[in-house]
């Protein structure tokens, strides 16, 4: 061959005795066949196959069976992002008429999107107690989908799962659970009798703060269709490098994930026994109102928990904050830096509670010492109370 084909077609080498223990990062659009008879069929293969990079490559089939064996599914789909999960599996399932239901304390873009993108479009949903008290009064035939956020952010509250996927049995209604506060580590929905978990990939799997990726298992190979026809109709696929980077974080999320569950859950005992510290949100603190349910369906609690301050500790809260010299100002979570992020419930909510009126801070335990992160929080407070 002459130069321009040898620039252009990559020699092959003998991979034969090489082995790694990292997964390769195959980045694909175009992928080739064999033979014509092979092109001709392409369309028909299964799923799990390969015929443009946009529905995967090998790295991305790896992350796809390395989160199905987590949530104990049969498979996974990738996304972009956490928000992407939850929208996809409700653009998989309803359809103009249909109702899904929500929790009052949903992830506030899951929210946005069924205000804003599903009504205009004829699919309504209505908003359940933050606890799932009362949902069973919301059914009617209309609703295809239960959706559920446990805890909710900022404001943990649990919904009964259990209750919830039978609830979904009884009345023919799908069921999908935001699993990524717990991770499959500390809760499998799909064992619980849900149809769908998902997780947003960006928090605990990734676990440096530095990919942006979901996913979504299932344990019904109809659904799994589903899934991946209203990703490859709506062009949406993910990059094999923040696979790839997904994967590596998996490798230590299960010590990274028992460190920080350890050390918030010392944390927020302390701030508990400090008596300028009001209302603690720890469900493993057994004074948290759901404790019996937390300890029932999870095998642990990951690293965030909240704070509900005092209206006079609102004062210097911006003083208190600007003072912080381990931890960072930040929302998001599950990477290795300790966050806090003070959040406004305000009226967001349709469900209120008297702690909604106030800030909440939300605490993400990292990886620094815990001697450091209690100096921090304990001056925080200091300055808060002063
Ligand atoms: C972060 C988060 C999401 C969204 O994930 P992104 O990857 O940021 O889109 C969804 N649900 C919960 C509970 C989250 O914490």
Redesign the pocket.
């Known amino acids: 061959m002459r130069d321009a084909t040898n620039c252009a077609i990559h020699p092959t080498v003998d991979q034969s005795e090489f082995s790694s223990l990292t997964v390769p990062t195959y980045r694909a659009s175009t992928i080739v066949f064999d033979t014509a008879q092979a092109y001709a069929t392409r369309l028909e293969r299964d799923l799990d196959s390969y015929f443009y990079g946009l529905h995967g490559t090998p790295t991305t089939r790896t992350l796809e069976a390395q989160i199905a064996k987590l949530e104990n599914g049969l498979r996974s789909v990738i996304v972009?992002?956490?928000?992407?999960?939850?929208t996809i599996v409700f653009l998989s399932v309803l359809l103009p008429g249909d109702t899904v239901l929500v929790p009052d304390n949903?992830?506030p873009?899951?929210l946005d999107f069924c205000v804003n993108f599903l009504e205009p479009r004829g699919i309504g949903h209505r908003i359940y107690r933050p606890d799932g008290e009362g949902i069973e009064d919301l059914v009617d035939p209309a609703v295809k989908l239960i959706w559920t956020?446990t805890p909710?952010?900022t404001t943990m509250e649990f919904q009964d799962l259990r209750a919830i996927a039978a609830l979904g049995r009884k009345h023919g209604i799908l069921t999908g659970a935001?699993n990524?506060?717990a991770t499959p580590l500390h809760l499998k929905p799909l064992d619980l009798g849900f149809d769908f978990s998902?997780?947003?990939?960006?928090?605990y799997a990734g676990g440096h703060s530095d990919l942006?990726?979901?996913s979504v298992c299932v344990n019904d190979l109809e659904l799994r269709r589903k899934l991946r026809d209203t990703m490859r109709m709506l062009g949406i696929g993910v990059s094999p490098d923040e696979v790839a980077l997904a994967l590596r974080g998996i490798e230590t999320m299960a010590v990274r994930l028992a460190h920080v569950g350890n050390v918030a859950l010392g944390l927020a005992e302390d701030l508990a026994a400090r008596p300028d510290v009001g209302l603690v949100l720890h469900p493993g603190l057994p004074g948290f109102p759901q404790h019996q349910l937390w300890k029932r369906d999870f095998s642990g609690a990951s690293g965030?928990f909240s704070v509900v301050l005092s209206e006079a500790q609102e004062t210097n809260l911006d003083e208190a904050l600007d003072q912080l010299k381990v931890m960072a100002i930040g929302?998001?979570?599950?990477g290795t830096r300790s966050l806090v992020a003070p959040m406004l419930i305000g009226n967001g909510r349709k469900f209120k509670r008297p702690e909604h009126e106030r800030t909440i801070l939300r605490i993400n335990v990292g990886l620094e010492d815990i001697e450091d992160l209690r100096a921090d929080l304990n001056n925080l407070f200091d300055i808060l109370s002063k």
Do not use: F, N
Not at 80 to 86: I, K, L, N, R, Y
Not at 198 to 203: E, G, I, P, R, V
Not at 331 to 334: I, M, Q
């Open positions: 972009p992002s956490g928000q992407a999960g939850a949903v992830y873009p899951v956020e909710g952010s935001d990524t506060w998902m997780q947003a990939l960006s928090k942006l990726l979901g965030v929302a998001s979570w599950g």
